[in-house]
Every structure is written in C-alpha cells, then in structure tokens.
C-alpha cells in the first residue's frame, strides 16, 4: 500500500517558468516531510523539509507547501534552471521511518 | 550533514551468488537503513540496523536474505544472498544524523542478476 504519491512521472518546463511538482499522501499521523533530488548514478539528496505544523518553508528558490486537510504537498522551483533536471523524491515521515514517493522526473528546457 | 560512501557502485552477478555491499560513514550515526529501489518503483526500506542489536526487517524482507552486520557506529554491510534476477535492484544505505532531521544516502550499489 503506497502511503505516498506522486502521480506524475514526468514533467517538463521551460528555463525561467516555475515548477511544480506534487505529492499526496493517505496517513495523517506523518510529522514531517521532505523533497529529495536524485541525479543518475547518485543517491538521493535532501532538498527542503517542512514541519506537519508548518503550511509553507522557503529556501532560496524552492518553495515547499503543506496541505494538511487535502493532505497534499507540493515544490515549487522558481525560476527552472537546466540544472534542475532531475527526479524529485517526496517522503514522509512516522516516526524514525520515511516512506517515499516514485518520484517524478523533472525536465527543464533551455 | 554526513558524508557517506558505499561500495561497490555497481555489480553484476551470477544467479545463485551473493554479494556484500558496503557503508561507511563521516561520522558516529547511531541509525543506518538500507532501502532498495527496484525499476520505475519508490524507495522501500529493507531494513533498520542499529549498533548493538539485531537489525529489524521491514514486512517482505528477511535476514536469511538479507544479512546485515552493524559492527559500530561509522559502519555496516547489507549481503544480497543466493541472488536472482528479481533482485536486481538499486541498493542504498542512508543515515539519520539527529531528530528532525533528513536521512542522507548513499550513491547506491546498483545490482544485475544474469
């Protein structure tokens, strides 16, 4: 049973324009989540987190949202850089596990 | 943060076989995981080892497989035992330095069966 989605594998966007990747998840007593960046032959690196009592954390040009009622959480990247062509991980957390999304590939155009 | 590298990055491997992937780490973590990511699917968590005890299998995964060893607090191996094709796989260790804080990973040992 996947606890956390993603339900676009892929997604593209033109350099400059924002992107948004997004994640539901069905478990409500998560505390805490995350978006991880893989690039081919690496592992998975930690992007931004935010707090279950938290609705939004910013850093630098990622953005991440929390949506407790609809239990969704979305990453805006703005603005797309070619560099952040990637897949992009959602994860959560209970207790010391974390439970991951499929992840989806993110395609910027130059 | 930790920096943390695992070894090998890659194999391929007769069916049959068994292979001991490798994780070592920058610094003392008291909890390290070992996930797998099969083709086009998420990230499951095979296990949980801690130093000084038994590792602890997620639901799917056993030790007979599965053998992990937690010798101290920079390092562990996770064995992929009488390997099949079904087993080929992505596997990566990761560590949590602290409360509230992310899991770090591993590059991963990227496995094929023949």
């Known amino acids: 049973d996947q606890q956390v989605k993603q339900n676009s594998p892929s997604l593209s966007v033109q350099e400059g324009r924002i992107s948004i990747l997004n994640c539901d998840y069905t478990?409500?007593?998560?505390?805490?989540f995350l978006w991880y960046k893989k690039y081919p032959a690496e592992g998975p690196t930690f992007l931004i987190s935010?707090?279950?009592?938290?609705d939004k954390n910013e850093d630098g040009r990622f953005t991440v949202f929390l949506n407790k009622s609809a239990k969704h959480l979305s990453l805006h990247i703005v603005p797309s850089q070619p560099g952040d062509s990637a897949v992009y991980f959602c994860?959560?957390?209970?207790?010391?596990?974390?439970?991951f999304g499929t992840g989806t590939s993110l395609t910027v155009i130059p | 943060s930790a920096v943390i590298s695992q070894k090998p990055s890659r194999d391929i491997c007769q069916r049959g076989t068994s292979l001991t992937i490798q994780c070592q780490v920058d610094?003392?973590?008291?909890?390290m995981f070992w996930y797998r990511q099969q083709p086009g699917q998420s990230l499951t968590l095979i296990a949980t080892?801690?130093?000084?005890?038994?590792?602890?299998?997620e639901s799917g995964f056993v030790i007979d497989k599965f053998p992990i060893s937690r010798p101290n607090l920079t390092f562990s191996t996770l064995t992929v035992s009488n390997m099949s094709p079904e087993d080929s796989s992505i596997y990566l260790c990761?560590?949590?330095?602290?409360?509230?804080?992310?899991?770090?990973f591993g590059d991963g040992t990227r496995l094929s069966i023949l």
């Open positions: 935010i707090s279950s009592i938290k």
């Open positions: 478990n409500s007593m998560f505390d805490y």
């Open positions: 080892a801690n130093q000084g005890s038994e590792a602890t299998y």
């Open positions: 610094s003392q973590v008291t909890m």
């Open positions: 990761s560590v949590e330095v602290g409360g509230n804080q992310p899991q770090h």
């Open positions: 994860a959560a957390r209970m207790g010391f596990q974390f439970y």
